[in-house]
């Protein structure tokens, strides 16, 4: 695979490095002027890198931005600041022709099946077209599609069908190779199958790993189903509201994860195990995600963590390094899982005694996220 | 008003998570059968409280179809599963398996044009001989459904708290202000601070899992028996989908309500249901209690599911079931899985089997081979691609 067309210095660490990024979304107001009367912040100073090979799973609740990360990376959306490097060359900076060329090693697969492939056009033409966009459609074009749909496991045949003879497998099957009708380096996988059913998302899951041991891609994997993400990934990055709060290889970040949401996030996902399900104990976060609008000042989970402290309002906790790359964001990591889980239960049980009563915290809290979810979702549903 | 007289489920003794004792449940115990009585963590302890012995909810052998165009689509065909007090009855299958329109039907929300053959008691009185009005009665009142979407189940133009008090004033003559005054308990009840203000606030005004409390407690309002609750939490955040299971949890047993919760999500399932029943192509294919359907599935299909998801210890490769399924106006000869069934033989393709006992009494699977299953160690084994027979 050349990377002849990418103007490349010649160092660089990682193959993809994401650093210091950040996205804002203006709000704006009624009237003639529209005028901005605020911004979401979707991420906020993230950092993070990908290796040849790797799959990097990015984990999170729904508006914590990791879609927006995703899109910020491909610069679909311009990054409002911080700094995009593929193969050591700023994408952020690039004019729009050279980030052509730049995109033949980036590509990336929507989340929705039924939304992402134009209903108008066959299957030959929809994975043609990457080919003639970038030059690369030759005498034997057709061959080429062909093969690229043998690869993902359907019949060159199916080429002259169009996307509505296909069900939601197939069709997330033509989407990926859509994109790896360019041979790229990187794919980013928005959440690439969360539309699917169970047995058919296992069918794609093991083409994915296929794929990767053949044509050795970088995989961007953003999901929010933990066990999809535990299966297919080398290191995980777990976001909350705009910030990535733990990342590590992914035993580490699944078996002893340091950070209070990681914690949660992983107690909270069911298991398909009746008797685990039933015995263990599970931290219950109470409330929802603070409003992107107005996040919380020091450390953004604070206002749900239960161990949170007059420090984590004050002073935001930098990403410290515990052994191996594992980097937790937090004043008071976790050190002993099942003790957190009691104290957990402890707060939560307070929370509860008092809030239906007198709280006006809890209540603004309601309000904010509500308008947080209101707010977020005409972002992150942009994609579906 | 006060919340309904219950009886607390830490009253019944036994040590069972099924339920009390064998001599005073006697049926229960033949349907049940001895557990190992695993002591169990408080967190979830609750969700698998006593269940009791009489039955609320009977669906005996449910078809429903659909006249269109290119024929009559079969969405469900013949279903049966009986609903005990306090149930929590898991429906598991993969979209299109039928699962929703049988609860559709139990509710009597189809459309018109349905064809629906079968019985559907509730306490003994068969719902689809009833006259309109009848059912009218027991909708909402008796047996309550919790929608998927909770953007969309409420109506945008009326605050929460006039949805609610509609809730009980069509079922009850009461001044208003009594059934305003039973929506704030309802809500408070549910978890949403501050009820008396909330009650004046319009659905947008409250986020995804702040709706889904509102329609528990529109569903709970009216102190139902039965709750159907159609992929509450499939819209929801991990974090937010914990605390809606753990209160859907709270509400049944503060109501003494049985539920049927309708999933795709098979870990749901495995925390929350007493008994599971697993359909495909509008067939139910698996029937018994969790820990056997989970543990010793003895329908190929569910192996499948379960081979499907990455679980915690795996490492290797996911075993996906092939092709897709059947179309539901063409169903093929036999069983309707056998076209990617590992386990298929003729006699598959020829004969379609009945759902019938397998190894335990309880235990009910529709299958010509469960024997096969059942000597196999692993039973998600059949399942294994060619790329990790390769490797």
């Not at chain 2, 059968?33 to 669906?59: D, Q, Y």
Request: aromatic share 4%.
């Amino acid at each position: 695979m050349s990377a002849s067309t990418v103007p490349s210095p010649a160092s660089y660490e990682h193959l993809l490095d994401v650093h210091d990024l950040v996205m804002e979304f203006p709000v704006k107001g009624g009237g003639i002027f529209r005028k901005v009367v605020g911004k979401v912040q979707a991420v906020s100073g993230v950092t993070m890198h990908l290796d040849a090979g790797e799959t990097l799973g990015v984990v999170g609740e729904s508006g914590c931005g990791k879609s927006t990360t995703g899109r910020a990376i491909l610069q679909l959306h311009k990054p409002t600041s911080g700094s995009v490097k593929l193969r050591g060359s700023e994408l952020t900076t690039m004019s729009n022709e050279d980030l052509r060329a730049v995109r033949r090693n980036l590509q990336i697969v929507f989340q929705d099946p039924y939304a992402s492939l134009n209903p108008k056009m066959p299957v030959n033409d929809i994975i043609g077209e990457a080919l003639k966009i970038h030059g690369m459609w030759k005498k034997d074009g057709l061959d080429r599609v062909g093969a690229l749909l043998k690869l993902v496991g359907l019949s060159p045949e199916h080429g002259n069908r169009y996307p509505h003879e296909f069900s939601g497998g197939q069709r997330q099957r033509i989407g990926i190779a859509r994109a790896l009708a360019l041979e790229p380096e990187v794919l980013i996988l928005d959440e690439p199958v969360s539309a699917l059913d169970v047995s058919v998302q296992a069918g794609v899951v093991n083409l994915l790993e296929d794929l990767q041991d053949t044509l050795g891609l970088a995989y961007f994997f953003i999901a929010h189903d933990l066990s999809v993400v535990r299966h297919i990934s080398d290191r995980i990055a777990v976001m909350y509201l705009g910030k990535v709060v733990e990342t590590g290889t992914r035993d580490a970040v699944y078996y002893e994860p340091k950070h209070p949401y990681t914690v949660a996030l992983l107690s909270a996902a069911p298991e398909a195990d009746p008797e685990s399900e039933r015995s263990r104990q599970r931290i219950m976060l109470t409330g929802d995600v603070p409003s992107p609008l107005n996040p919380p000042s020091g450390c953004r989970f604070r206002t749900r963590c239960w161990k949170a402290q007059d420090l984590c309002a004050a002073e935001e906790p930098p990403p410290i390094d515990h052994g191996a790359g594992h980097l937790v964001a937090c004043h008071f990591p976790v050190t002993d899982i099942s003790a957190e889980t009691a104290s957990a239960a402890i707060h939560a049980a307070k929370l509860g005694s008092s809030s239906p009563e007198s709280p006006a915290v809890a209540a603004s809290r309601e309000t904010a996220a509500a308008a947080g979810r209101d707010s977020g979702g005409g972002l992150s549903g942009g994609g579906r | 008003m006060t919340v309904p007289p219950t009886t607390p489920p830490d009253d019944v003794p036994g040590g069972s998570i099924y339920g009390p004792a064998a001599e005073e449940a006697p049926e229960l115990f033949q349907v049940y059968g001895s557990s190992s009585g695993a002591e169990l963590a408080p967190a979830r302890a609750k969700s698998v409280s006593a269940v009791g012995t009489a039955e609320v909810l009977k669906v005996e052998d449910l078809t429903v179809g659909f006249p269109t165009e290119d024929g009559l689509v079969r969405a469900v065909r013949g279903v049966s599963y009986t609903l005990h007090e306090r149930e929590v009855l898991g429906i598991v299958g993969e979209s299109g398996s039928g699962k929703s329109v049988s609860s559709m039907a139990v509710m009597g929300l189809l459309p018109k044009g349905a064809r629906i053959t079968g019985n559907i008691s509730f306490r003994g009185r068969n719902i689809l001989s009833m006259s309109k009005q009848e059912q009218r009665s027991l909708r909402g009142r008796k047996i309550a459904m919790i929608f998927q979407d909770p953007m969309t189940a409420m109506n945008p133009v009326y605050t929460v708290g006039f949805q609610l008090a509609e809730a009980v004033l069509s079922h009850e003559v009461m001044p208003k202000k009594a059934a305003m005054a039973r929506a704030e308990e309802m809500l408070g009840l549910v978890g949403i601070p501050q009820p008396k203000e909330r009650l004046n606030s319009y659905p947008h005004e409250f986020s995804g899992g702040m709706r889904q409390r509102v329609m528990i407690a529109m569903a709970v309002i009216n102190n139902p028996d039965v709750i159907i609750a159609d992929e509450p939490t499939t819209a929801l955040d991990v974090t937010v989908q914990a605390q809606i299971l753990e209160k859907l949890i709270e509400v049944k047993d503060a109501f003494n309500a049985a539920i049927v919760l309708i999933t795709h999500d098979l870990g749901v399932v495995a925390g929350m249901a007493h008994r599971t029943l697993v359909m495909y192509a509008g067939r139910p294919v698996e029937l018994g209690n969790t820990e056997d359907v989970f543990y010793s599935p003895r329908m190929p299909y569910t192996a499948g599911l379960l081979g499907s998801i990455p679980s915690a210890g795996d490492t290797g490769r996911l075993r996906p079931i092939t092709g897709a399924p059947p179309s539901l106006i063409n169903l093929p000869d036999g069983c309707p899985f056998s076209p990617r069934c590992p386990l298929a033989t003729d006699v598959c393709r020829t004969v379609e089997p009945e759902l019938a006992p397998t190894d335990a009494p309880d235990h009910l699977g529709a299958c010509h081979h469960w024997d096969r299953l059942a000597a196999a160690p692993d039973p998600t084994a059949f399942f294994r691609t060619e790329s990790e027979a390769r490797r």
